[in-house]
Structure formats: structure tokens, C-alpha cells
């Protein structure tokens, strides 16, 4: 799969080693601020600051490519964004404008979300959920969609390398099948995958009545409260900008 992978124990999980609530509180934080501030004073310095977390985090796990891909991919907005307020005017700035402002706002949260995704557990986000109080009419679903975007995943490498056996793809033969070919089939997958998702959960006796035990271990370390520490800061120094603003 490609970008995201489930492992059952931290012990043989790459990169930094951060708590499920530590997690929730960095893309709380990124996706936050990277959409409710503007490029003024001094969140043009935290802003760039936030976009290089998930950066650092899909480093950590040695996920080369998809790291560099996202880093190349914000650093060219960005700068795009910066050159169509400062030169570029009209329509064409505001083309340029829109596309780069969506993307240096969008990508740094979902890199983030995948990050969680990718390095959690399920078994860890509800141990995480459990210990906040957290009911089980969210905890639940959110189980179920921790595998299954990347249980869709799989399902969509499985077709694409099937069609691509019988020559349906861009640029062969048959290229306005491939949508056919490949849409149909996910399409029917997500609707299977989701009620045997669904099964599973309650077959590993989510919601029932007696309280649960995990065997993983979670819990905040050093690197979480740097972790929760920049969140802090990065929240501390917006409120101090919007206080300058007025």
C-alpha cells in the first residue's frame, strides 16, 4: 500500500513515537491555524513552521518519496502564492492565487491526517479515546474509518494492477475504459468493505457493555510534550497577532 501501512505494535514501528492524543492535537493545530489566519506579520514565520510538520513526521518513518513529494508540492505554492500577491495581477493573479491558497492550506492537514492515520492503531486510538472519556458513539465509527481508507487503498492497488494486466490504462489501448473498469469495481468494494468493517467492529466487542483492555501502551513521552509544546505556542503567538490587529 502505498503511503500508508498498520502495524499491531509500536515496537516495530520507524519514525517519532508520538502519542494518539498528541497526534489529534498537531492536526487539530495545523489544520486550524493554516486555515483561520492570513499570511500577516509574524504567521508568516508559523505557518511555514506548521507545513514542515507532517514533513518532518513522513520523513521520520522513512516514507522518502511521499515526504519529498509534499515538500516540493508546498514549497512551489507557496512560493506561487507569494509572486501572485506581490506581482502578478487581474484574472491570472486570481487563478494563481486561489489554486496556491487551497493548496498551502489543504495539504499540510492532510498530510497530517495521514500521518495519523498510517502510524496508529486501531487498538491505540481507541486505548487513546478510551482514557479521554470519549463515547463510544464516536469512538466506534472512527475505528471503523481508521481501516477503511486504508483498506480502500489496498482494494484500488488490487484493481489498478489487475487492469493494467488487460491493457486498460492511460494511454493504451483502451484508455475511456479505464474509468469504467476501475470506478465499478471500487465503487462495489467501498460498499462491501464498509458493512464487513462494520461486522468486525462489533465481533471485536466494540460497544458492548463490559469495559475493554488493550494490550498496546500508550502515553505521553518527552517528544509529545515538545510535540504539545509548539501547539501551544503556535496558538499563543495567533491570538497574539489577532490582538495586534486590533
Known amino acids: 500500500m502505498n503511503g500508508l501501512s498498520f502495524s499491531a505494535t509500536t515496537e516495530k514501528r520507524k519514525g517519532i513515537l508520538l502519542d494518539p492524543r498528541t497526534k489529534l492535537i498537531l492536526l487539530l493545530t495545523i489544520t486550524t491555524l493554516m486555515f483561520s489566519t492570513s499570511n500577516e506579520g509574524i504567521m508568516n514565520i508559523v505557518k511555514p513552521c506548521l507545513s514542515l510538520v507532517p514533513f518532518a513526521l513522513i520523513l521520520s518513518e522513512r516514507r522518502f518519496k511521499t515526504a519529498g513529494k509534499y515538500l ?3 514549497a512551489v ?4 502564492e507569494r509572486i ?4 502578478l495581477s487581474g484574472l491570472l493573479s486570481f487563478i494563481v492565487l486561489a489554486v496556491t491558497s487551497i493548496m498551502t492550506r489543504f495539504a499540510p492537514g492532510i498530510m497530517t491526517g495521514a500521518y495519523l492515520i498510517s502510524s496508529t492503531s ?4 481507541i486505548g487513546a479515546m478510551e482514557r479521554m472519556h470519549i463515547t463510544e458513539k464516536i469512538v466506534i465509527p472512527m475505528s471503523v474509518i481508521f481501516r477503511f481508507f486504508p483498506t480502500i487503498s489496498e482494494e484500488y492497488q488490487a484493481i489498478r494492477d489487475a487492469m493494467k494486466m488487460r491493457g486498460i490504462r492511460f494511454g493504451g489501448k483502451n484508455p475511456f475504459l479505464m474509468v469504467e473498469y476501475r470506478l465499478v469495481p471500487l465503487m462495489v468494494s467501498v460498499v462491501k468493505i464498509g458493512d464487513e468493517l462494520s461486522a468486525a467492529a462489533l465481533t ?21 510534550l515538545i510535540a504539545i509544546l509548539f501547539c501551544v505556542i503556535c496558538f499563543a503567538l495567533f491570538l497574539f ?5 486590533f
Open 72 to 74: 516540493v508540492l508546498y
Open 77 to 80: 505554492c507557496f512560493i506561487l
Open 84 to 87: 501572485a500577491l506581490t506581482s
Open 122 to 125: 486501531v487498538s491505540e486510538f
Open 204 to 224: 471485536r466487542g466494540l460497544g458492548a457493555p463490559v469495559k475493554r483492555t488493550n494490550v498496546c501502551q500508550i502515553g505521553f513521552h518527552v517528544q509529545d
Open 241 to 245: 497577532q489577532q490582538q495586534i490587529s
